[in-house]
């Protein structure tokens, strides 16, 4: 199981980005996928998930509205639309791969240990 993220740069402030994570070694269909994100000195936090069929996604309150979640089961990526960047979204990016029931997704997508398959993270830095 591979997952690797890719898309990070250097954006100014009210910038966009779009980050992709491929993945290979297992089928994606039968997996819910996370991005999550760590600011240096900071503990990794939820960004974002998309479960199995695409039709549940959840956002940390911080990236509401501005991020977008998606994914491609045919094409085995998926993406995080990143809009109207702030400084505060520098962080290194990673995007993790589980299997959760939907019904308890809600509650535990956001905390890292729940996710088994990690990527190499990309680093997104905003900055003027």
């Known amino acids: 199981v591979q997952l690797q993220a890719s898309g990070g740069g250097l954006v100014p402030p009210g910038g966009s980005l779009r980050l992709s994570c491929a993945f290979s070694g297992f089928q994606l269909d039968y997996y819910d996928i996370g991005w999550f994100r760590q600011a240096p000195g900071k503990e990794r936090e939820g960004v974002s998930c998309?479960?199995?069929?695409?039709?549940?996604?959840y956002y940390a309150d911080s990236v509401k509205v501005r991020f977008t979640i998606s994914r491609d089961n045919v094409k085995n990526t998926v993406s995080l639309q990143m809009d109207s960047l702030k400084p505060e979204d520098t962080a290194v990016y990673y995007c993790a791969a589980e299997s959760i029931a939907d019904g308890i997704l809600l509650r535990l997508w956001p905390e890292s240990r729940n996710w088994g398959y990690w990527g190499q993270g990309t680093l997104v830095t905003v900055s003027s």
């Open positions: 998309i479960n199995v069929g695409g039709d549940i996604t």
